[in-house]
């Protein structure tokens, strides 16, 4: 899977204050062609960032003085374009995963770990942190005029986060922002908690959890950028159809695999596709080419379309570039690049990441074919069961109607 990347472009810097597992890290690591610095501290840390280029950090979460919380928050302030992961034993699991949904690490690594796991672990992560960071894509985000840029409630809400506000310091400052507000509460009521009303926007804020938040803040940021009138019919077909997958996604995840979906994943429909809105934004006649050429062949696949007619950039990549740069969990910026191959996903995402291309391919029929295309269908992937699906594609297909999303 990784033979044709070369790692020797990548540079890594290991910081613990255990020798041992530095030692250790080293081993492992530079054979397969990695650059790797160490640092027994933070601080020793912070000094080799100012000398040296580094793409990816790993530190250890357990160490003196400085904690890798507080390593991570100096590397994400300082160095925002470098990928963060932190190493963690068991006991820490549940503080670790805590801080990643506030987005001062966009991984972890447990300690300890099996060699092989180890090594493809940071072989993925370094080749999405290539992919993201290639050449041809960085020329063409930089040829777009005016890139959406966060909204200050986000850096805001953000940074309360990191901070462990409460739910009451959060509410401060979302309901300044009406908009905002409504798309909250709307979405909250609608997607996550079926047919329990939540009265307020706290409430909302305590129900839907801190990524689930940032989730919705993003998606109405995309939702609210300056469209044409010519755009807005395909702006409002991409939303509904990702508020409609939405409502959907755990029902499909569970039907699937028998087994309920983290709530924290719950809001990935709501954004794996946010290259598609890029796209339809700042290359809208790339867009249309696409969207038309989907329409000529059965399968109503976006990626292959844009394949068939050699887009410059895809959208999958376009996407992973702005999630990862708004600091959202691996799982989201892995979502994006291989929804259409989950094989390629790493291994502890990969039952998500199979449903949501499930999801993409009914979101895809409902929207350009209609279900008895999607029935009669035939697909290469061996997740995709009509019959375990039926139902829901029953369910959505007349809130697709709706929507008038078909």
Same mark, same amino acid.
């Given at each position: 899977m990784f033979d044709d990347i070369d790692f020797s472009k990548i540079s890594i810097l290991v910081v613990d204050d255990e020798p041992s597992i530095l030692k250790a890290v080293r081993r492992t690591l530079i054979p397969e062609g990695f650059n790797v610095?160490?640092?027994?501290?933070?601080? /020793?840390? !912070?000094?080799?960032?100012?000398? @040296?280029?580094?793409?990816?950090?790993?530190?250890?979460?357990?160490?003196?003085?400085? &904690?890798?919380?507080?390593?991570?928050? %100096?590397? %994400?302030?300082?160095?925002? &374009?470098?990928?963060?992961?932190?190493?963690?034993?068991? #006991? @820490? @699991?549940?503080?670790?995963?805590?801080?990643?949904?506030?987005g001062i690490a966009s991984t972890f690594i447990g300690k300890p770990w099996e060699v092989d796991a180890l090594i493809n672990k940071i072989k993925q992560i370094s080749s999405i942190y290539m992919t993201i960071n290639d050449e041809k894509l960085t020329k063409y985000i930089n040829s777009i005029e005016k890139l959406p840029s966060l909204p200050e409630t986000y850096k805001k809400v953000s940074h309360a986060m990191e901070n462990n506000a409460s739910a009451k310091q959060l509410e401060d400052i979302i309901k300044k922002d009406i908009s905002l507000t409504t798309e909250i509460l709307h979405i909250a009521n609608s997607i996550f908690y079926g047919s329990y009303k939540t009265l307020s926007l706290r409430q909302a804020i305590v129900r839907i959890g801190n990524l689930q938040l940032k989730n919705l803040i993003l998606f109405n940021t995309m939702k609210n950028l300056s469209y044409t009138e010519y755009q807005k019919p395909h702006v409002r077909k991409l939303?509904?159809?990702?508020?409609?997958?939405?409502?959907?996604?755990?029902? #499909?995840? /569970?039907?699937?695999?028998?087994?309920? !979906?983290?709530? &924290?994943?719950?809001?990935?429909?709501?954004?794996?596709?946010?290259?598609?809105? !890029?796209?339809?934004?700042?290359?809208?006649?790339?867009?249309?080419?696409?969207?038309? &050429? !989907? %329409?000529?062949?059965?399968?109503?696949?976006?990626?292959?379309?844009?394949?068939?007619?050699?887009?410059?950039?895809?959208?999958?990549?376009?996407g992973a570039y702005f999630l990862c740069s708004w600091n959202l969990p691996e799982i989201f910026i892995e979502s994006s690049l291989f929804y259409t191959a989950p094989e390629k996903s790493s291994e502890e995402y990969r039952k998500e990441i199979k449903a949501l291309s499930v999801l993409d391919i009914i979101v895809s029929f409902l929207t350009y074919g209609n279900k008895k295309e999607l029935k009669e269908a035939k697909f290469d992937a061996d997740f995709f069961d009509f019959e375990k699906v039926e139902d829901i594609v029953n369910k959505m297909e007349k809130e697709f109607e709706k929507a008038n999303i078909v």
């Open positions: 610095f160490t640092a027994d501290s933070g601080f /020793e840390g !912070l000094e080799i960032l100012k000398k @040296e280029k580094i793409d990816l950090v790993i530190s250890d979460y357990k160490m003196p003085k400085m &904690n890798g919380f507080e390593f991570l928050k %100096k590397v %994400k302030n300082e160095y925002p &374009n470098v990928y963060r992961i932190i190493l963690s034993g068991y #006991i @820490e @699991e549940g503080i670790v995963a805590d801080g990643i949904l506030r939303f509904n159809g990702a508020f409609v997958a939405s409502k959907y996604y755990s029902s #499909i995840y /569970e039907a699937l695999f028998g087994e309920k !979906l983290s709530v &924290n994943y719950e809001a990935i429909p709501l954004l794996y596709n946010i290259g598609k809105v !890029l796209l339809l934004r700042f290359d809208f006649q790339n867009f249309l080419k696409i969207t038309e &050429n !989907l %329409k000529k062949e059965n399968f109503y696949s976006f990626s292959k379309s844009e394949d068939e007619i050699k887009a410059v950039i895809n959208h999958k990549d376009l």
